[in-house]
């Protein structure tokens, strides 16, 4: 796991990620896979955790990088406050999908 964090803090730029969202970054899974291992981030946006993309895939073997896999998203800070109602997003929703 440490060459997988020191591939992330040494490329950061690469990876379009700020000091603080790589330091946000955080370890779901460590998976051995034969000689080596396979380690999983995951972004997180304030205190919302990322769905299906925002996530980085690396995979280690003797202690150096061999593979990279991302769906990062650039910027990890908190999303903006909301500006709709529930109600008026589930307006403006049935509207697009043409449901009354």
Sequence with gaps: MAAAE???AANRDL???TQRGAA????VTVAPMGEGAAVLFRQRFGGLEAGRDGLLAVGVRDGAVWHVSSSLARDAGRPAAAT???DEAAEIAAADA???
């Design 6 to 8: 020191a591939y992330v």
């Design 15 to 17: 990876l379009g990620l």
């Design 84 to 86: 709709l109602s529930a």
């Design 98 to 100: 043409g449901v009354d």
């Design 24 to 27: 946000a970054l955080e370890v």
